[in-house]
């Protein structure tokens, strides 16, 4: 460069060696093939297929037919230059009905497709259960009860005896907090109940079918499996310094974050979230045991991060309910806060309407590791939908997705420059796919699907974090 050449100067942002970049997905979201090889409903099955409560009756039933095309699809990460992959294994497709022996056919497609995944060199992270209840366990009672915990544990036992010789690194949850509140708190999520109480009892049973699917694991292929969860951290942000909005933000970081990280991490429930819901109920499903079975060790923590979440106090005149960015209902998934107010964040925002906000993520990792020092983290989810247009060519330019995902790869590289650990990134997500009650019509892949033809194309944003993996490192400035 001379000293009149007009191009700016390139910072390179080197990660970690040995850093993990994966991609991740969801059995419902992409798998189809609802009803082959002794599937047997879900609660998203029966969610989906209730009118009303997915935009426009999408459903799973094809979805992006990955059951039948995983080789390609492996094929398609190797080219991209993945290091791993976070997909997750559907309960009733190894386990119909949540009972009972295992359905080999159904443990066969995930043996197929792990084994797959290392003969290309990509590392399977696999995710127990992301969302999809098998449904006559949801009719016996679902989260809310005791027995589905149970159940839990005996199916990680299933499936960890199937596959822990070959997967090492093991989630048991995907986000739990939006299971007990978006699924029994707000409804918009699958069974869609709308109960306060069965919310909370649902977290604590999440909880605890964490802790014994936990041990399953471990037991099945002992001083092998590495085991955690993910949580959808909230970063919470008090509108004003007010002592009124800060009371606000720590009823939501008590139902949003302490109600796992307090008996996941810290060796119980924290006791304002036992005061703040005591109306409610007196948590007396809590057995004694249950948090040592709860707490025990994890060997890494899997952190969801999108946006962050502003709060403040209700104020007179204010109208509610207000968009906490969750989905409308009239029904709130933050049992013991209903006075408080959710705001928008500024800044730009993705087609989800949540903001842009890079320093969320730098700021939950930073007081995670701090608060946990030694505890190895992985962004387990983190990426964007926006409305991808595809050119008279066939290719997807993605600027945007670009531009999110390198500013919070930089927030994450701040994070580890100053002591978080951070062992690797997965972007949400591999491929378009079913959007929960957005079906279809929210795309957050790197990798575009036509959902006529099913064809897979990457768009710039596949082909832009394919060098980003191969250099491991960041480049600025960024070249979509
Ligand atoms: C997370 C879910 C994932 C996907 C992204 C956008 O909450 O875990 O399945 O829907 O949001």
Redesign the pocket.
């Known amino acids: 460069m001379t000293a009149t050449d007009p191009r700016p100067l390139t910072t390179v942002r080197q990660f970690p060696p040995g850093f993990l970049w994966g991609a991740a997905t ?1 059995a419902y ?1 992409i798998e189809g093939a609802a009803a082959e090889d002794g599937r047997t409903p879900s609660i998203w099955d029966t969610f989906s297929h209730t009118p009303g409560k997915v935009f426009q009756g999408h459903t799973g039933d094809v979805a992006v037919d990955h059951y039948h095309r995983y080789r390609d699809d492996v094929r398609m990460m190797a080219d991209l230059g993945l290091s791993a992959y976070r997909f997750s294994v559907s309960w009733p497709r190894v386990q119909p009905t949540g009972r009972g022996p295992a359905v080999q056919k159904g443990l066969d497609f995930y043996r197929r497709l792990v084994d797959e995944l290392l003969a290309a060199g990509i590392e399977p992270v696999a995710t127990l259960y ?1 969302w999809d209840l098998p449904q006559e366990l949801e009719t016996a009672g679902g989260w809310p009860e005791r027995a589905t915990a149970e159940r839990f544990g005996a199916y990680a036992e299933l499936v960890g005896e199937a596959l822990g010789d070959r997967i090492t690194r093991w989630s048991t949850l ?2 739990p907090w ?1 299971t007990a509140f978006l699924g029994y708190g707000s409804g918009v999520h699958a069974p869609g109940r709308t109960d306060p109480v069965a919310a909370l009892r649902a977290a604590h049973h999440l909880n605890l079918g964490h802790g014994l699917a936990a041990q399953a694991l471990r037991s099945a292929h002992p001083g092998r499996a590495e085991v955690s969860l993910s949580l ?1 951290l909230h970063e919470i942000r008090p509108l004003t310094a007010s002592a009124e909005d800060r009371e606000a933000a720590r009823r939501i970081d008590a139902v949003g974050n302490r109600v796992f990280l307090g008996p996941i991490l810290d060796g119980g429930y924290p006791a304002d979230l036992l005061a703040d819901t005591a109306s409610l109920t007196d948590w007396a499903f809590v057995r004694d045991g249950d948090t040592t079975t709860i707490g025990r060790p994890l060997d890494w923590l899997g952190i ?1 991060y ?1 946006t962050p979440t502003v709060v403040s106090a209700v104020t007179s005149g204010m109208a509610k309910p207000q968009d906490d960015g969750h989905g409308a209902s009239e029904h709130s998934p933050w049992p013991g806060a209903d006075d408080v107010a959710f705001h928008q964040a500024p800044g730009d925002r993705t087609a989800m309407g949540w903001a842009v906000d890079p320093d969320g993520l730098y700021a939950l990792l930073t007081r995670v590791s701090t608060r946990h020092p030694g505890l190895p983290l992985l962004i387990t ?1 983190n990426g964007a939908a926006y409305e991808d247009e595809v050119g008279a060519d066939g290719s997807v330019h993605d600027p945007d997705r670009i531009a999110y995902v390198h500013g919070h790869l930089a927030a994450v590289h701040r994070a580890i420059a100053d002591g978080a650990d951070v062992r690797g990134y997965f972007l ?1 997500s591999l491929m378009d796919n079913f ?2 009650a957005y079906g279809y019509e929210k795309r ?1 892949g790197a990798v575009h699907v036509d959902y006529a033809s099913l064809a897979r194309t990457p768009k710039s944003s596949a082909h832009w974090y394919a060098r980003v993996a191969d250099a491991n490192a960041l480049v600025d400035p960024v070249e979509g």
């Open positions: 969801a979201q992301h995907n986000e939006c959808n969801n999108y989810e949400w959007e929960w957050f």
